[in-house]
């Protein structure tokens, strides 16, 4: 059985940081492509970015030069660093990890709990 578990969510100020960590289980880690979604209030979900089993980053422009994502197959985790937080952060962050290497949808993925993120003053 498929479980993703989100953790590190919480109240953060503007400008600072924090980082969320998500720990697979139930099925093969490291030859799997992990991403990170959120959804604010009254808005869609969208992209945060992804990371290959190879490696390789992809951020959506909005985080660019902001966030990190990294992961640790021996962990069977993956990371998402957050910096220079603003107020438009604020949302609910999911963890996904795509079911094939190049297709990345909703309906082919599998999906944590999520952890809520709230950027304040």
């Known amino acids: 059985q498929v479980q993703l578990v989100e953790s590190g969510g919480g109240l953060v100020q503007v400008g600072g940081s924090l980082r969320l960590s998500c720990v697979a289980s139930?099925?093969?880690?490291?030859?799997?492509?992990m991403a990170w979604f959120r959804q604010a209030p009254g808005k869609e979900r969208e992209s945060v970015g992804r990371?290959?089993?190879?490696?390789?980053?992809t951020y959506a422009d909005s985080v660019k030069g902001r966030f990190t994502i990294s992961r640790d197959n021996a962990k069977r985790t993956v990371y998402l660093q957050m910096n220079s937080l603003k107020p438009e952060d604020t949302a609910v962050y999911y963890c996904?990890?795509?079911?094939?290497?190049?297709?990345?949808?909703?309906?082919?993925?599998?999906w944590g709990q999520g952890t809520q993120v709230t950027v304040s003053s």
């Open positions: 996904a990890r795509f079911w094939y290497d190049t297709v990345y949808t909703a309906s082919a993925a599998d």
């Open positions: 990371i290959s089993s190879a490696g390789i980053t």
């Open positions: 139930g099925r093969t880690f490291s030859g799997s492509t």
